[in-house]
T-cell receptor, first 111, second 112 residues
Framework: DVKVTQSSRYLVKRTGEKVFLECVQD?????MFWYRQDPGLGLRLIYF???????EKGDIPEGYSVSREKKERFSLILESASTNQTSMYLC??????????FGSGTRLTVV | QKEVEQNSGPLSVPEGAIASLNCTYS??????FFWYRQYSGKSPELIMF????GDKEDGSFTAQLNKASQYVSLLIRDSQPSDSATYLC????????????FGQGTTLQVKP
């Protein structure tokens, strides 16, 4: 089975901190995604990547950046964390047409 | 903006009944469709996918696709309390990036 691993299950950070969320997949998938999920708002795409060093903005990229230096790793960076970035963050990977495999999620609280 | 629409529910059914979850999509170029189950506090888990018009059965799940009507459904037969969760419908974007467009999800409650 494909495994998508997110480095932290729960994270508490202070306003203004730079935050790194890491995601690693073990099945050589080309495409990787970062979403946030909030009650009543569903899944919202932040950024995605379809190859190493390639990235595209999703629907809500403001306040975030990403890095994909190796195929298996896709990092989400909150440049200066704010309280409105408190959310569940989900990483996913896929080979096209196969559907996503999600990581277990990181619940980030910014205080 | 390509969209996937679901009734947010909650949909409440008695144990042993058939639960019917519905979804419509706007991108006529979508070719693949997926159903995810998400328990509270957990990440979504893929339970079914369908590419062709008609029905596809897997265990207690049946996915139905009608591309002409742009309609996807999921039937859960002999529903159990353990099926209580949020079900997300997703359509593959026609842009061929591997990206999925998700609905907001339908919350299902199966009452003993």
């Amino acid at each position: 089975d494909v495994k998508v691993t997110q480095s932290s299950r729960y994270l508490v950070k202070r306003t203004g901190e730079k935050v790194f969320l890491e995601c690693v997949q073990d099945m050589d998938h080309e495409n990787m995604f970062w979403y946030r999920q909030d009650p009543g708002l569903g899944l919202r795409l932040i950024y995605f990547s379809y190859d190493v060093k390639m990235k595209e903005k999703g629907d809500i990229p403001e306040g975030y950046s990403v890095s994909r230096e190796k195929k298996e790793r896709f990092s989400l960076i909150l440049e200066s964390a704010s309280t409105n970035q408190t959310s569940m963050y989900l990483c996913a990977s896929t080979q096209k047409g196969r559907g996503y495999t999600f990581g277990s999620g990181t619940r980030l609280t910014v205080v | 903006q390509k969209e996937v629409e679901q009734n947010s529910g909650p949909l409440s059914v008695p144990e042993g009944a058939i639960a019917s979850l519905n979804c419509t999509y706007s991108d006529r170029g979508s070719q693949s469709f997926f159903w995810y189950r998400q328990y509270s506090g957990k990440s979504p888990e893929l339970i079914m996918f369908i590419y062709s018009n008609g029905d596809k059965e897997d265990g207690s799940f049946t996915a139905q696709l009608n591309k002409a009507s742009q309609y996807v459904s999921l039937l859960i037969r002999d529903s159990q309390p353990s099926d209580s969760a949020t079900y997300l419908c997703a359509a593959a974007a026609s842009s061929n990036t591997g990206k999925l467009i998700f609905g907001q999800g339908t919350t299902l409650q199966v009452k003993p």
